[in-house]
């Protein structure tokens, strides 16, 4: 069974920071909201991504994490485990103002496809080209023994060399993200 | 390192075809779809799988103010939980997309929570564990089988209920037309005739466990394509690797299967790209059906409920024909199922089951029926 000294790396994005291996790399303003926070926290990698402008918030907070835990990292046979407790809730309450009224029905396929939680895990797999096992979990608290045992089988199994796992929760401007390697 | 297999036991599936899994075997057998044309809100009469008010009465009720949802999920599950009392190294793992979603229209939402869905229904069969919810589009309820065998087999668990729902929504039916994904009759699966999906509502469970059975699981896997969140990789490379992989796991040639059990949503981009992988992987031979034109797409169900019925088939020896095809609409060779038939070598049969979603999420899995099932 794994256990937290297997854990080859960490990233962790809460309060309008963003922390990898205990090392601060990138605070915003605490006034901002999360959109503004996102953005600068983009701008500062530098990268040529202009997708990253059309995801939803929980995409632009687990694609961030995987980003700064990602750097200089290898990929190859890298799975995905990912797990949050409000699925695409946030999103959801945007689809739904869009059909609530029929007189002002308006849905939206942009905003349609963020309605599912494992987009989050998809953006980030577009990003760095994981063609690799994926899962993505729902719990109310992380479940720790359910995905470190995942996680456990998926490299005993040989399915994964090395796995990207953790928690993304975003949902009305509260949000935490904890990214590990293990 | 090589693990103890897991093997399917029990099975049952709720549908506006049947409440349990031998009323819904026995209306295949006799063609029936159960797909019609329904008001899903704004007085648009669109044609869904969706249950009637007069059939969503007869379902069992877990609590007095149930949704159809939670119904559906009880009437498929009480029979499987009280036959296989959970104890406290019982897992419940618990596949769906949206669960209560359309609790949102009365801005409910904390009702509509995938967690307070999960507990409700643990609660309800008595299960001693935190449910697991595995969330990953159309992919949920065949990734949550895989999920739980992967779960016995690392030693978290000894047995596992897979459950899987989704209904028929307002929010979800809005958000594939926007997407134009909706056909405007029954869908097609692989026809060249095919214009979009029917969107279906239904429940499925299966026990597993490590103790012998009835259906071995051989392999399994669930590659990401990392091409596209809305649409499947043109070359199929996510299906392709999850069935490469899973037939490994299983120690088999792939071509060394009897028949495969595709998405087939009748979706112009979902079954050209299916038609392109099973033809990379040399299955352009294999039998193949999609039973979307019976149940319509039932979202995160769909996997699990094909697989149940794929069972089925396996159980009897008979293979189902796909309701909606008539002539192949793909560019690339199929064997698609079109009369009831029967499996050629029913000792040791074997499935491939497949299932594909948004976010690029594809699962295979490989079954055997072994010499220890009961014959039809």
């Not at chain 1, 080209?129 to 995942?150: C, M, R, W």
């Not at chain 2, 009897?316 to 199922?337: A, C, D, K, Y």
Request: overall charge negative; charged content about 20%; aromatic content about 8%.
């Amino acid at each position: 069974m794994l256990e937290k000294i297997n854990i080859q790396k960490t990233c962790i994005i809460e309060g309008h920071q963003i922390v990898v291996d205990d090392k601060l790399v990138w605070s915003g303003a605490e006034v901002l909201p999360f959109s503004d926070f996102a953005k600068e926290a983009f701008l500062q990698l530098k990268i040529d991504y202009p997708k990253f402008y059309k995801m939803d918030a929980l995409s632009k907070l687990a694609f961030l994490a995987a980003e700064y835990i990602l750097q200089g990292e290898d990929t190859d046979e890298l799975a995905l485990v990912l797990a949050n407790k409000s699925a695409s809730l946030d999103t959801d309450i945007k689809h739904q103002k869009s059909i609530q009224d029929a007189d002002h029905f308006y849905p939206r396929p942009a905003t349609f496809v963020y309605t599912l939680a494992n987009i989050c895990a998809g953006e980030i797999g577009i990003r760095h080209g994981l063609q690799t096992e994926n899962a993505f979990f729902v719990a109310e608290e992380f479940p720790k023994e359910t995905i470190y045992s995942y996680v456990d089988y998926l490299l005993k199994s040989g399915k994964a060399k090395r796995v990207l796992c953790g928690w993304v929760e975003y949902f009305q401007e509260e949000y935490r993200a904890l990214l590990y390697i293990f | 390192m090589v693990f103890e297999p897991v093997y399917i036991h029990d099975k049952n599936c709720v549908t506006p075809l049947g409440f349990d899994y031998l009323s819904n075997w026995n209306g295949l057998l006799r063609g029936i779809s159960s797909i019609a044309r329904n008001d899903i809100g704004r007085g648009e009469f669109i044609p869904v799988s969706k249950f009637t008010l007069e059939q969503a009465r007869r379902l069992l009720t877990p609590a007095e103010d149930s949704t159809l949802l939670e119904r559906m999920l009880f009437t498929a599950a009480k029979p499987i939980a009280e036959k296989h009392v959970p104890t406290a190294r019982t897992a419940l793992v618990l596949g769906t997309t949206k669960g209560n979603v359309s609790f949102l229209k009365e801005r409910r939402t904390a009702d509509a929570r995938l967690p307070v869905l999960a507990r409700k229904m643990a609660k309800a069969l008595d299960f001693r564990t935190e449910p697991i919810i595995v969330s990953q589009a159309c992919v949920s309820g065949l990734l949550a089988l895989s999920v739980a065998k992967r779960l016995i087999q690392s030693g978290q668990y000894d047995d596992a209920v897979v459950l899987a729902g989704d209904v028929v929504s307002e929010f979800v039916v809005s958000g594939f037309q926007a997407f134009q994904a909706m056909s405007l009759d029954p869908c097609r699966p692989y026809d060249k005739d095919r214009a979009g999906l029917s969107l279906g509502e239904a429940a499925a469970c299966i026990y597993v466990s490590k103790v012998p059975g009835e259906f071995k699981i051989l392999g399994e896997a669930a590659i990401s394509d990392a091409n596209h969140i809305s649409g499947p990789s043109r070359t199929g490379e996510g299906l392709v690797q999850s069935v490469l992989r899973a037939g490994k796991e299983a120690n088999i040639d792939i071509k060394d299967i009897d028949f495969i059990s595709a998405h087939g949503t009748a979706t112009q981009y979902n079954d050209e790209m299916e038609a392109i992988a099973f033809n990379r992987l040399g299955l352009q031979d294999v039998p193949l059906h999609s039973l979307k034109g019976y149940f319509g797409h039932t979202l995160g169900t769909a996997g699990l409920l094909e697989t149940i019925i794929g069972l089925m088939s396996l159980q009897f020896g008979t293979l189902i024909p796909t309701v909606g095809f008539e002539t192949l609409g793909v560019s690339q060779p199929l064997n698609i199922i079109q009369r009831m038939s029967r499996i050629p070598n029913e000792a040791r049969s074997r499935l491939l089951k497949t299932a594909s979603g948004f976010g690029g999420a594809n699962a295979a899995m490989i079954i055997e029926k072994t010499t220890a099932a009961r014959t039809g």
